[in-house]
């Protein structure tokens, strides 16, 4: 069964008609998770399997700013693979039509949490993804 999603992009100005695009994406499989992260939290572990080949649109967001590491918590442990301060009202958003590349740079199967903005945060991530690899 295929599940499709719109991602809409927008822009309002006051006085001014809003600009608005939308897009729609069909794929087999999505990453659906929404997480409580209670503030002073440090590396919490959210398990999620990600891959970047079969990525058809991406979207991590918070309500407050965040420290993501991919993979690997930091610290005295290994480095994290890759590194995201996400802003809080500032999503990650892609899809495979974007111009930019994919934000992602690695395959991933752990994002470390990192709450130190003063409040819990809502952490949404939504993965769009070809649930079927290549042979």
């Not at 999620?48 to 700013?65: C, E, M, P, T």
């Not at 005295?76 to 992602?104: H, N, R, Y």
Request: proline letters at 6%; a negative charge.
């Amino acid at each position: 069964m295929s599940i499709s999603v719109t991602v809409t992009r927008s822009w309002a100005q006051a006085g001014q008609d809003p600009v608005s695009h939308q897009k729609s994406f069909s794929e087999g499989s999505l990453v659906s998770i929404s997480e409580s992260i209670p503030d002073g939290s440090t590396d919490k572990l959210v398990e999620v399997a990600i891959s970047v080949a079969r990525l058809k649109a991406l979207l991590i967001g918070s309500d407050q700013d965040l420290t993501l590491e991919i993979n690997h918590p930091g610290g005295s442990s290994t480095a994290p693979d890759q590194t995201f301060d996400l802003k809080g009202k500032s999503p990650i958003d892609w899809t495979e039509d974007d111009a930019e590349d994919c934000p992602l740079e690695v395959d991933v199967t752990a994002i470390y949490v990192t709450n130190d903005s003063g409040a819990a945060a809502q952490l949404e991530i939504r993965a769009l993804r070809d649930p079927t690899p290549e042979e």
